[in-house]
RNA sequence: GCCCUCGUAGUUCAAUGGAUAGAACAAGGCUCUUCUAAGGCCUUGAUGUAGGUUCGAUUCCUACCGAGGGCACCA
């Protein structure tokens, strides 16, 4: 349709004998001002010293001689200077028909062909699972699943770093300690490995011999050089990790890859000394590694004055998150050799990763061309109400339970088995997380108050799950009725897609349901998943007051059939955008 | 000090340079002898300051004020 509008505005723009630019279709703001406008007029008034208005009036009575033939436009006019299209009620009927018959209605080819790797989530080993990590979590999955959406082949991928003096931390506290009990579960030890790290951090910060003493464990694991760390490390690197794995089962996650820091760091460690300034080699090899102070730096400033210098291999050899990340990517392009590799962080290591990208830049061009770092705000609690049980730090697991034991004990009362409950809570628990971590831009930071997230009411995941467990409750009595989807009614000779009921205004709902694949492909476009978040909060909107306002199952009414289609389009359309926010969408609730 | 990001109703967020700046929460009123009222309908309220570019600026540019992040051996 965008494209036949497009068409139309070209053909009479010739035949006005004006040199036409690219026309710019979109939605008003406002329903009341038709399905599609464009401003043409109003930018091609400058150049042709034109008023602005009297051209749109101009080029919609052109258009208007061709529209007889088109059977999806009601009207065109022109307004302020806008020029507006109205569609028709047989393309809405039209359009109805297209998502129930369309299994995917709603993806795009923007990614055809392309290989896209994501990597997100990246908790430590030996330290929490942090709300960070649950930010992370829920973006990048949302990414991956709207550039599948979107065409691609995508490749999930996770970066842990299991080396480093966080370990070392929770390794001198563990030393001193002693082991959690065999008994408890897998997440109470990860916990206690945790508050472990925590107490060693504080250890490390305040007293100057203990401070020696972890950095003598950090390089005991490097070099796994002494059997009892050894066997502590191999222990609580598996814990924690088997605590990670049943976080991203209630997330919804499925890594394809685990990428870890012992891995990555010697293939780093190789790449900076290749372009060290005194390495020997190929006269090609940049040689932008410099030794400064003992330790070996790359002076970014020196490339772009808004960089600055980061060490890379510290002055005990030992390499950084830098070097690290150059041995990251070059084993990511050598196991997938994707078309685009995204990296997803918080925006604390934005500037880091400039840095980085600058030197990859330098020593591989066309594999930094690949790269994209796409990085999102904090999360912060609205209030101290969120105090956790027992005075801990507030985790992005105990948020994750926290949030599915309130809606728990909303449903309580429920007419479901213990196991539904369970399933429900679960699901709607985690969608009131990830909704408001989904629902804004992602760059910003996020203020999360846990009450409203959970409550049902307004922009909210649960409020969104509730309006698809609605239409499916109302699908379920269409079925008991045999009330089935249609569209061939009265009015012969007007095609067989005329609705009943003459006269009837299109509904709000099915001026939206369409423009779903548009919303998807803008978001895939810009990696953005907040603009399927405002979508489909409009439609709900919308369902619910259609909903409201005309009983649907009725078999009195000739219109219930085609009701019943609208139901069931926006059902699937709910799910099929839940689904790229990574939500679950309950068939009760 | 330098470099990023960001300042929109009381609060939390929207708005490819366009029309009367949209929602939600909070406050008040109405609405279940209809399919889930955890709904729906109605009322009240905002672009940090000062300039500039433009027919038109929340959006682009400059300065200022304010918030967050980063700036050498943590990630």
Redesign the pocket.
């Known amino acids: 349709m965008k494209e036949k509008l497009e068409n139309l505005i070209r053909e009479s723009l010739k035949n006005l004998d004006i040199e036409s630019s690219d026309i ?1 279709l ?1 939605h ?3 329903l ?3 399905d599609y ?1 464009t ?1 043409i007029a ?2 091609l008034a ?1 150049n042709l010293e034109m008023n ?1 208005k009297e051209l749109a009036e101009k080029i919609v009575n052109c258009v208007r001689q061709d529209l007889t033939q088109e059977k999806g436009i009601e009207n065109i006019e022109a ?4 020029i ?1 299209f109205y569609l028709s009620q047989e393309f809405f009927v039209n359009s109805i028909k297209d998502v129930l018959e369309n299994k995917n209605f709603g993806k795009n080819n923007l990614f055809d062909g392309k290989k896209v790797m994501v990597e997100y989530s990246d908790p ?1 080993p030996f330290k929490p699972f942090h709300i960070g990590h649950l930010m992370s979590n829920a973006i990048g999955e949302s990414i991956s699943r709207i550039v599948e959406f979107s065409g691609a082949k995508t490749v999930r991928a996770n970066y842990q ?1 299991d080396v ?3 370990v070392a931390k929770a390794i001198y506290k563990l030393l001193q300690s002693g082991l959690p009990n065999e008994s408890d579960s897998i997440s109470e030890k990860a916990r206690y490995i945790g508050e472990c790290y925590s107490n060693g951090s504080n250890l490390y910060d305040t007293d100057e011999n203990i401070k020696k003493e972890i950095d003598e464990i950090n390089k005991k694991i490097y070099e796994k050089s002494d059997i009892k760390i050894n066997e502590i490390y191999d222990w609580g690197r598996m814990v924690t990790l088997e605590a990670f794995e049943e976080i991203y089962k209630k997330l919804g996650t499925n890594f394809n890859y685990y990428f870890f ?1 012992s891995i990555v760091a010697p293939i780093g460690l190789k790449i900076v000394n290749e372009n060290y300034e005194s390495a020997e080699g190929p006269e090609h090899s940049r040689r932008i590694f410099e030794k ?4 070996i ?1 790359f002076h970014a400033e020196k490339y772009d004055p ?1 960089l ?4 890379f291999i ?3 050899g ?1 390499p ?2 830098e070097t ?1 990340e150059l041995g990251l990517t070059q084993m990511k392009f050598e196991k997938e050799n994707p078309d685009l590799s995204i990296v997803i962080t918080a ?6 990763m400039k840095v980085v990208s600058k030197a990859l830049e330098i020593m591989n061009p066309e594999i930094a061309s690949r790269m994209k770092h796409i990085v999102h705000g ?1 999360m912060r609690l ?1 209030s101290g109400k969120m105090s956790s049980r027992k005075g801990n730090v507030i985790t992005g697991e105990s948020l994750i339970i926290e949030s599915c034991d309130k809606i728990l004990e ?2 309580k009362d ?1 007419d479901f088995t213990d196991e539904e409950k369970k399933q429900v809570s679960n699901d709607v628990g985690v969608a009131a997380l990830k909704y408001s971590i989904l ?3 992602i ?5 999360y ?1 846990a009450e ?1 997230s959970i ?6 995941g ?2 969104l799950q ?1 309006s698809y ?2 239409a ?3 699908l ?2 269409a079925k008991v009725e045999n009330i089935l989807p249609g569209f061939v009614f009265l009015k012969p000779g007007f095609g067989d897609l005329q609705k009943p009921g003459f006269g009837e205004s299109v509904f709000e709902i099915e001026k939206l349901l369409y423009r779903f694949p548009e919303i998807v492909e803008r978001s895939a476009k810009e990696f953005a998943p ?2 399927i978040s ?1 979508y489909l ?1 409009d439609i ?2 919308a369902f ?2 259609f ?8 078999k009195d009414d000739l219109m219930s059939p085609y009701k019943v289609a609208i139901t069931l389009a926006f059902s699937l359309i709910m799910k099929n955008g839940l689904y790229l926010l990574g939500i679950k969408t309950p068939e ?2």
Do not use: C, W
């Open positions: 710019f979109e008003p703001a406002d009341e001002m038709g406008s401003n109003m930018i400058k602005p307004k302020n200077g806008f507006n430590n770093g480093g003096p966080h820091e400064s102070d003992g330790a730096v808004k600055h210098t980061r060490v510290n002055s005990k030992l950084t998150y690290k925006n604390e290591q934005e500037e880091y904090m609205a909303k449903i429920r629902k804004q831009n760059g910003g930071n996020i203020i108050d409203k409550s049902f009411e307004g922009d909210s649960p409020y509730y467990a609605r499916n409750s109302v379920g009595k907040h603009y405002n909060v709900a909107r619910n007051t909903y409201g306002n005309s009983k649907i199952i009725d009760r609730m």
